[in-house]
Each structure stands twice: as structure tokens, then as C-alpha cells.
């Protein structure tokens, strides 16, 4: 993720003497030491305070500084809502570890920098890509076996037909996916016992590699009551994309895709289900990456979405 320096705290700040009085200090050699501030690209003002000398940054998520499309939201509820999200993965899995929130300071919540490449950097280079995903997959199937709760399956079609309604389709093109989602509804394919934690927003920024280690960043959407697949399906649809627009084609990506299922599958019987599925949760990926195109990438995105759907014929 792009970053830039935007400025150096010095004692005196207030922001960087709260980081230092009541979040971090015991971390510190040297508490008078000056922050150099980097900020990064994102849907809010998120930035790494680096304490000078000591060789060590901690990341700030602004959620009153919403920098997206999504501005007509609860900034202290996304900041409690994610710190709650982080507190409950890192018991399960590697997250950067949420340190504090503070609703004076535009509702930030602070959490560990962690150093490494992302499986962003993995997709573009495919070095060792297979072994990365295996270890993304492993870490979900984790997260998911140890969250189960009830299922929420009118859930998982509202948000697509949110998805859908952000897209502003044609009349037609809308009416057929309409149709598809039916026939997704009666099937007994979604139906589940259980639902689980899922993160929700798989896309390889989110996941760092710090030592071989996978960690998970950036749980403020994440959902409870889910179908795990939904994960699958997303990181599946950014590696589709990432391969069309970049490998020379999506389908150059389905290597990297089945093995990455089959990793995250117990056995032949979890691997039919789990590929039976996905094709509706990837369609959802899909989509979600139109809403960041325009023309006619964004109109080969959607086609490819309805025939994922199709799958079910």
C-alpha cells in the first residue's frame, strides 16, 4: 500500500503524547524521542507513527476522517465495532493487535505496525504464491472453526443485492441476476447449520507476511453469523482480477485458486462442498471489484459475476 511522510511530531503534540504517555510507553527506551508520520492510501486518514530511534511504529485508523465513498456512517461505532473485532480474532488467529482507541483524537484506533510484504506483493511477483495462499487458507479455516455461531443466510443476500444496487444496473441486466439469486435462494446449497466470524474483506492488502508469518489487518467490516465460504470467494475473485488485468487472463489464476481451496479443505467431501459453493461468493467479489472500475472492464466484471451465478444450472 502506497505511503508518503507527512510530518514529525515533537513532545508537546498531543496526539503523539497520548501514543507515547498511555499506549506505548513501556515499549519506549526513549520517551522524549520525536514520531515521524507516514500516511497510507486508504478509505480513511490511516497513518504509521515511527518513534525516531527506537525501531519501532504503531498504525492509527482515523474513523471520523473517512476518505471513500461511505461517509454517512457512526465514526465511534466503527471504532469500537473493529477494536472488538480485532480483540476477538487475535485469540484465534495473527492480527496486528489493537492497542487503544481514543474518541477524542477523530476516533482513532491504534494497533501494531506489522513489517513485510503483502500477499498483494506475492500476486504481482507469484513468488512462492502457492505456499502463501496455502497459509492464508489455513489461517481462515481457523478463524472459521473457532467462531461458529448461528447462520444469518438472509444476510448474505441482502449485502448482495446491496452490492448490486451500488452498481446501478440496466434494467435487464438487473433482472437477471435477480433471477439467478432466486434460484441461489431455493437451492439447498447455502443452507447451513452454523455460521462463523468470517473477515470479509479479503483483499491481499489485508494480509502482511512478517517472517513467513501470515497476519490478518482491518477487521472493521468483518461479520459474525456468516458462511465461511464468503472469504474464499472473495480472495478467489481479487486473484481472478488480479490475472486478467495483469497475468494475461483470469483463467491463468485457477491453479493458484484450486490449490488454494484445497488447502483450506478437509479432505474430498469438505473440497465438493466448499467449490460447490463458491462460485456464489465469488460472483459477489466480482462485483465488488466493478464498483472500482468503469467501461469496459467494469462490464467484463459483471458478465463474469452472472456466470458465476449460473454455476447452479
Not at 201 to 223: G, H, M, Q, R
Not at 248 to 273: C, H, Q, V
Request: with cysteine; proline share 4%; glycine share 6%.
Amino acid at each position: 500500500m502506497a505511503f508518503r511522510h507527512v510530518n514529525t511530531l515533537s513532545p508537546g503534540d498531543p496526539f503523539r503524547d497520548w501514543l507515547v504517555e498511555d499506549v506505548v510507553g513501556h515499549r519506549l527506551q526513549n520517551k522524549q524521542c520525536s514520531v515521524n508520520v507516514f500516511k497510507y492510501n486508504s478509505s480513511h486518514t490511516v497513518c504509521r507513527y515511527q518513534f525516531k530511534g527506537e525501531h519501532f511504529s504503531v498504525m492509527a485508523k482515523f474513523f471520523a476522517e473517512p476518505t471513500g465513498r461511505l461517509k454517512d456512517y457512526n465514526p465511534y461505532k466503527g471504532m469500537i465495532n473493529e477494536y472488538r473485532n480485532l480483540k476477538k480474532a487475535a485469540s484465534i488467529i495473527n492480527v496486528a493487535k489493537p492497542l487503544a482507541v481514543n474518541k477524542k483524537f477523530n476516533c482513532v484506533l491504534v494497533t501494531e505496525h506489522i513489517p513485510g510484504k503483502s500477499l498483494d506483493w506475492y500476486f504481482k511477483h507469484e513468488e512462492t504464491l502457492y505456499e502463501r495462499l496455502a497459509a492464508i487458507a489455513h489461517m481462515l479455516r481457523q478463524l472459521h472453526d473457532n467462531t461458529k455461531s448461528s447462520y444469518n443466510k438472509e444476510n448474505e443476500f441482502r449485502n448482495y443485492h446491496e452490492v448490486l444496487d451500488h452498481l446501478k444496473l440496466d434494467h435487464d441486466t438487473r433482472e437477471n441476476f435477480n433471477k439467478l439469486l432466486g434460484q441461489w435462494w431455493y437451492s439447498p446449497l447455502l443452507d447451513r447449520e452454523y455460521g462463523c466470524m468470517v473477515h470479509r474483506d479479503v483483499t491481499p492488502s489485508n494480509y502482511i507476511f512478517c517472517k513467513d508469518t501470515p497476519y490478518a489487518l482491518d477487521f472493521e467490516s468483518s461479520w459474525s453469523q456468516a458462511h465461511p465460504v464468503r472469504d474464499l470467494g472473495i480472495l478467489t475473485a481479487e486473484l481472478k482480477n488480479e490475472f486478467e488485468l495483469h497475468k494475461g487472463g483470469g483463467w491463468k489464476a485457477e491453479p493458484y485458486i484450486g490449490n488454494f481451496l484445497w488447502e483450506y479443505s478437509r479432505g474430498e467431501k469438505d473440497f465438493t462442498y466448499v467449490t460447490g459453493v463458491l462460485p456464489f461468493f465469488m460472483s459477489i467479489g466480482l462485483l465488488r471489484s466493478a464498483r472500482l472500475h468503469q467501461g469496459n472492464y467494469k462490464n467484463y466484471l459483471i458478465r463474469e459475476a452472472g456466470e458465476c451465478l449460473k454455476a447452479i444450472n
